[in-house]
């Protein structure tokens, strides 16, 4: 049964680079994707936090988006 | 009315999304997986190199999907000039560029058992061909120019200039005489695919949509903080 499942009558190799490549790929991508979002959300923070009192009291009143990531920012350090 | 579609909202939404893909997206792969690799039948003229079919025929269909929705967005973008859509067709453009380079290396791959050889200059193979590389002068464009703005309207005239090739892609194994059989699913008319080949390749295709999300997502959500990076020199 697994024999037949890994050599699929002679296009085992066929069949599963196929499979292999594209979860590979699919893979890889999905990685980078989510180290460069990763990377911007810290370099984000990081430059909230650099701010002074006043101007990161503004730009935390002003922007949702600035807490959120802010706040999941210090979750993670 | 249009409050919902401000950016603090929309990324709390890309946040509440991502998680409920996440949290579904192994279970239907391992699903789609196991009715791709084992339970559907071989076919009776190619045998069990017929399932390589539901990895490129899937890939095949989003990377047209996504070029065709780049190019339908840079046409509203030329006309109502909304800022979103911009950011859209950036996130799209690198997943529409890999699911057609998927395309064309498993349909390589196919090509082997079948036809005999890995590659061939085909109507169908040399218009996918063609489509990769205006995927690659879109994300060349917007990587290469700095300013944003010319940047914009250059790659959405690639976008445009490049819907032309969609249906060139669809009907050149009709035009032509081709070695890539024949659209066996079709929308309006009877299709030619048994369900038990269908529901695999329903599944696999609606496993990998849900993985283009994923990283739609999170690009989406990239560029809006790269906006709001921008945006915050204004304090300094």
Redo the contacts between chains.
Sequence with gaps: MINE?IL?????I??W???L??FF??GV??YK??K??KK??K??AK??EE?SIK?KK??LEN????S??LSSYNKTI | MFNFLN??NI??WI?RVTNFINSIFFVLLLVA?SF???LSP?DYLQ???V??MY??VP?AWIGLASFSCIALFSIFNFIFKIKYLTLITKSIA?IGL?FT??AL??GS??G??TWGTFWVWDARITSMSILALFYVMFIAVQKLISEEDRANKISSLVAVFGLINIPIIKYSVEWWSTLHQPASIKISGSSTIHSSMLTPLLLMFFVLIL?CA??FL??Y??E???I??KN?KR?D
Aim: glycine share 4%; proline share 4%.
């Design positions: 499942i699929m009558n002679g296009y085992g066929f069949v680079s196929s499979f490549i594209t790929v699919c991508f999905y994707t989510r460069t979002l911007y959300e370099e984000f430059e909230i701010l101007q503004t730009v922007s949702k988006i600035a959120k990531v | 950016n603090s990324f709390v946040e997986l791709a690799l084992i071989p045998g069990d190199s399932r390589i990895v490129h890939a690198p890999m380079c998927i290396v498993t791959i196919w082997q058992p993985y994923l990283i999170m690009k959500k990239t809006i903080i790269r709001k990076k915050l304090y």
